[in-house]
């Protein structure tokens, strides 16, 4: 029996954890109170767990694809709405998952988790890879920012998480200094019987799943690129490094970031990015919902620019109520996006305008991609 070809692309594996806090529903309350999934809804490598930091964790399965990781995040965190089942009573609470890096006195992050099929990660290929991913690590801190919001104060920080919790949960490294200690921004896991060896990368907010695999498709372009023996497209310097990471944290997509000593916009780098990394790019199956996405990033609107827009507008109705005015926002818009509707109807959901990104292009002008 001949084994089955397995596509480029789909030698990159990638599983994703995401954290976050809780709304209660009706009380439209945000804590770190357990949501629960429906009980025996868990498929096989997925994982719905409680972390001891913030309380509710996600796990997806394995996934080889970013279509199919998209539909795997979407169906997985959908099993939190225990209103969807039959027997769920009409009077009994709920809680939703609120994927946000931060909002009271804790950090949500998301990790995701990459290996090779086939391969046995060492700690020496699991350096090459992190030299290659290492520089990009501010665009991917940039993208996936989605806490504006902390102490309950509306800030204007795009990464509070980032800012405040980069020296004690993911601690910036130098590529060559990687190895497997969990506190860092990047760390090899060892296997297990159930597991292979994963490089972990630790520097995202908790995310909504459409922004998330957006991230995942940076990731794998760059393991990609290591896979085709590509050279690393950007060197940049320990101290440009850590300026753009920070930067990246507190402007989010209004940064300036470092690109082989050139400072430029976010918008720029993205394209540069794409431009460099298109053969691969085109080797993925990137579903339209996550193109949609990196033309809002390109627009400026990452998670963390839409939650603020909606939590002033709560603001502004009414000082006093506003957090369970966006909470009940919120979970309507979530809702409607683990639905399979687009990041368009989910913005609406929550009260945002957002322009129209119809004729944004990415990478450059005329470039197919998809």
């Known amino acids: 029996m001949t084994k089955e070809k397995v596509a480029f692309h789909q030698r990159v594996i990638i599983g994703v954890e995401l954290e976050g806090y809780t709304i209660s529903t009706p009380e439209n309350t945000i804590s770190r109170k357990l949501a629960f999934h429906r009980k025996g809804t868990a498929e096989?490598?997925?994982?719905?767990?409680?972390?001891?930091?913030?309380g509710t964790e996600y796990?997806?399965?394995?996934?080889?694809?970013i279509r199919e990781g998209?539909?795997?995040?979407?169906?997985?965190?959908?099993?939190?709405?225990?209103?969807?089942?039959?027997?769920?009573?009409?009077?009994?609470k709920g809680r939703q998952i609120f994927l946000v890096g931060g909002w009271k006195d804790r950090f949500a992050g998301a990790h995701a988790h990459v290996s090779i099929a086939g391969e046995n990660l060492k700690l020496e290929k699991a350096r090459i890879l992190t030299r290659h991913l290492h520089d990009h690590l501010p665009l991917l801190i940039a993208m996936s920012a989605s806490s504006p919001v902390w102490g309950g104060e509306i800030t204007s920080f795009a990464s509070n998480r980032v800012l405040k919790g980069s020296r004690t949960y993911f601690k910036p490294i130098r590529p060559q200094e990687l190895n497997l200690k969990s506190i860092h921004e990047i760390t090899l896991n060892?296997?297990?019987?159930?597991?292979?060896?994963?490089?972990?990368?630790?520097?995202?907010?908790?995310?909504?799943p459409d922004f998330m695999?957006?991230?995942?498709?940076?990731i794998?372009?760059?393991?990609?690129?290591?896979?085709?023996?590509?050279?690393?497209?950007?060197?940049i310097t320990h101290y440009q490094y850590l300026k753009s990471r920070t930067d990246a944290a507190r402007r989010g997509m209004e940064a300036h970031l470092c690109w082989n000593g050139e400072w430029i916009p976010v918008s720029r780098y993205l394209d540069r990015f794409f431009w460099a990394y298109r053969e691969e790019i085109k080797a993925m199956d990137i579903p339209e919902d996550?193109?949609?996405?990196?033309?809002?990033?390109?627009?400026?609107?990452?998670?963390?620019?839409?939650?603020?827009?909606?939590?002033?507008k709560a603001y502004r109705e009414h000082p006093a109520t506003w957090q369970k005015r966006f909470a009940k926002r919120y979970v309507k818009a979530i809702h409607t996006l683990l639905e399979g509707n687009s990041i368009r109807d989910f913005t609406r959901a929550l009260g945002v305008?957002?322009?129209?990104?119809?004729k944004v292009w990415l990478g450059r002008k005329g470039l197919k991609l998809s």
Do not use: H
Request: charged share 30%; glycine share 6%; net charge positive.
């Open 44 to 54: 096989k490598g997925e994982n719905f767990r409680r972390d001891w930091s913030i």
């Open 59 to 65: 796990n997806s399965r394995p996934f080889s694809s």
């Open 70 to 92: 998209l539909f795997l995040l979407k169906a997985g965190l959908r099993k939190y709405n225990q209103g969807l089942y039959r027997s769920k009573s009409p009077s009994r």
């Open 190 to 208: 060892r296997g297990r019987r159930t597991k292979p060896p994963t490089l972990e990368i630790r520097v995202m907010d908790s995310n909504i």
């Open 213 to 218: 695999m957006a991230s995942c498709s940076i």
């Open 220 to 235: 794998k372009a760059c393991i990609l690129g290591v896979l085709r023996k590509k050279k690393i497209i950007n060197k």
């Open 290 to 312: 996550v193109w949609t996405v990196f033309k809002y990033l390109k627009r400026g609107y990452n998670a963390s620019a839409i939650l603020r827009e909606a939590s002033l």
């Open 353 to 358: 305008n957002v322009p129209g990104v119809e």
